[in-house]
């Protein structure tokens, strides 16, 4: 079974986006990677990481 990488955080700007996405980026092995943070947003993918908003996870309106 396959287990994603994740990655938590509290609120999140489009700057420490970037940021928290850099060390996941750097992990070079096939397993899905997902960054969970209060975006606000829809869920969507940069660069093969799928980012989604921890209310709505939370909530179960978001999985992956």
Same mark, same amino acid.
């Given at each position: 079974?396959? +287990?994603?990488?994740v990655s938590k955080l509290k609120n999140i700007?489009?700057? !420490?986006? !970037? +940021?928290? @996405?850099?060390? #996941? @980026?750097s992990v070079r092995d096939t397993?899905?990677?997902v960054l969970i943070a209060r975006t606000m947003h829809e869920p969507y993918t940069r660069d093969g990481v799928l980012v @989604?908003? #921890?209310a709505r996870w939370l909530l179960g309106e978001q999985e992956f």
């Open positions: 079974m396959h +287990r994603p990488s700007s489009s700057f !420490e986006t !970037e +940021r928290e @996405l850099a060390p #996941l @980026l397993f899905p990677k @989604l908003d #921890l």
